[in-house]
């Protein structure tokens, strides 16, 4: 079966300081893989999708990064955090297309950011 | 325009009461459609798939209706337990992207 794990579970980090967030998925290949940020009370927002290792598309034009240096591994980061990037971050993954399984999307434990 | 618009609620309904909540898309285009659960801080998990001949999960009934473009949730018989914000979420067919509403919270109180 298919499990997918986030790290760290929670952080508090200052103002301007670097950030690194990963996720890594086991028991598929080739996965797409997804990170959100939903702030307090609020809907998923969509910041960076990936269908392969090197590929990564931005949604949402910030002070965050992303990168997929193998395939069941993605890592979200910043070089300077703003007091608005404090949210719960969220990666998932889903089959890629063509793999015959419908396309659903399942979701790691999350990292709760404060910046402080 | 939203791809997808739900009501945030709160529904606060009694234990045993039959509650239904609304999604709509605003993209005919979309081809997969799914309904989450999300617990307070936690992440969301998937409660069902919608398929367009409307399906059943046991006290849960999901309805798609395309010429309308909008999905429902029925939760029949409701628990404590139930207590949870959905989500409704559509796919586009060959696209890598998925589309979450906002989320309805429901309350079930004793």
């Known amino acids: 079966s298919q499990t997918i794990h986030q790290w760290p579970a929670t952080l508090v980090q200052p103002v301007g300081s670097p950030l690194s967030l990963e996720c890594t998925v086991e028991?598929?290949?080739?996965?797409?893989l997804y990170w959100y940020r939903q702030a307090a009370g609020r809907g998923l927002q969509l910041l960076f999708y990936?269908?392969?290792?090197?590929?990564i598309s931005s949604e949402v034009p910030q002070n965050l990064s992303a990168s997929r240096p193998q395939d069941r591994q993605f890592i979200l980061s910043s070089k300077k955090l703003l007091l608005s990037d404090s949210g719960f971050y969220l990666c998932?993954?889903?089959?890629?297309?063509?793999?015959?399984?419908?396309?659903?999307?399942?979701f790691g434990p999350g990292t709760r950011l404060l910046v402080l | 325009r939203k791809e997808v618009e739900q009501d945030p609620g709160p529904f606060n309904v009694p234990e045993g009461a039959t509650v239904a909540f609304n999604c709509t898309y605003s993209n005919s285009a979309s081809q997969s459609f799914f309904w989450y659960r999300q617990d307070c801080r936690k992440e969301p998990k998937l409660l069902m798939s919608v398929y367009s001949s409307g399906n059943e999960d046991g006290r849960f009934t999901a309805q798609l209706n395309r010429a309308s473009q909008y999905i429902s949730l029925l939760i029949r018989d409701s628990k404590l337990s139930d207590s949870a914000t959905y989500l409704c979420?559509?796919?586009?067919?060959?696209?890598?992207?998925?589309?979450f509403g906002s989320g309805t919270k429901l309350n079930v109180k004793p």
């Open positions: 028991g598929t290949s080739n996965p797409n």
């Open positions: 998932a993954w889903s089959p890629s297309l063509g793999q015959g399984r419908k396309e659903t999307q399942y």
């Open positions: 979420v559509v796919n586009l067919y060959n696209f890598n992207k998925f589309y």
């Open positions: 990936s269908v392969g290792i090197g590929q």
